[in-house]
């Protein structure tokens, strides 16, 4: 981690120089760094009337397909880490759902669960994989399950980071809800911060001039998250969630931070006792996101998991 931090220090003092202090430039220098050290390549493909950007291994291998659903308000390279530890061991996609990333962000569909279901596999189809190991975060955590329990001859395996669709243990951000105070949506300076704290146990090293325009763009997605929040906030609700994951196929493996605040960790117990044949694991001193927080950790979870599969 400190190496880490050092080299991304030195990125940030060369590319301040080459991009004259621009902000943007130095985002763009860092998060093109992070993609090249997982071996991934941008890309884009037309899926209807949307355009989906996405994230793939630039030299293909042979070896089995690992597609990466991020969760709500984030993207594709939320994932960057976890797919340099699968560098060379699987080909990787990582995919900016509709409404998030650099995909078209239309304000006039539906974004419930099962509505990203569907574009997810109009997704899959214009990228001919027809047979993958499939993980999600949060909001593509439950896409997740949903999509393993409605095409089962495409999943191979499914991993839940701290997926919702489940919310019957209530956590800190529920209650933040219910008063009006949405930490996950930002609206003005310091609400991107913000998020971060609330849903990162351990954050990873983040120059600021970089959190500044993570921050921008987060603002500036504000319209169109809070139609998909409105869509999906509701679902851990629904009884439909539960009885949809008890057809899930493929073996699962849930990996939940014990200091979660955005869902409940306990929720975990309840994935586990409706899909067949599901596994958990809990971490503690991780929060949301597992696969930021420790991502090598992550990837020794997932291999183990197939080794007993």
Known sequence: MLRTSLNLTLLVTVALVLTACSKQGLYDSAIGWERSRAGLAPAQVSVGDFEIAYLHTEHPIKADTLVMIHGFGANKDNWTRLAREFKGEYNVYAIDLPGHGDSSKPLDIGYRLED???????????????????????????ITALYAAAHPKQVESAVLFDPAGILEHESELVDLVMDGDNPLIPEKEGDFRRLMDFALEQKPFVPWPIMDVMEAQSIANNA????????????????????????????????????????????????????PNARKVILEDIGHAPMIETPERSADLFRHFLQQN
Do not use: C
């Open 116 to 142: 990203q279901v569907g574009y997810l596999h109009s997704i899959f189809q214009a990228l001919e994989l027809d047979r993958f190991h499939l993980m999600g975060n949060s909001m593509g955590g439950a």
């Open 224 to 275: 169109i998250n809070q139609v998909i929040f409105a869509d999906i906030q509701d679902s851990g609700f629904q009884p439909e969630f539960r009885q949809a994951i008890t057809g899930i196929q493929a073996p699962v493996l849930v990996i939940w931070g014990k200091q979660d605040r955005v869902i409940n960790y306990r929720n975990a117990d309840l994935f586990v006792d409706l899909i």
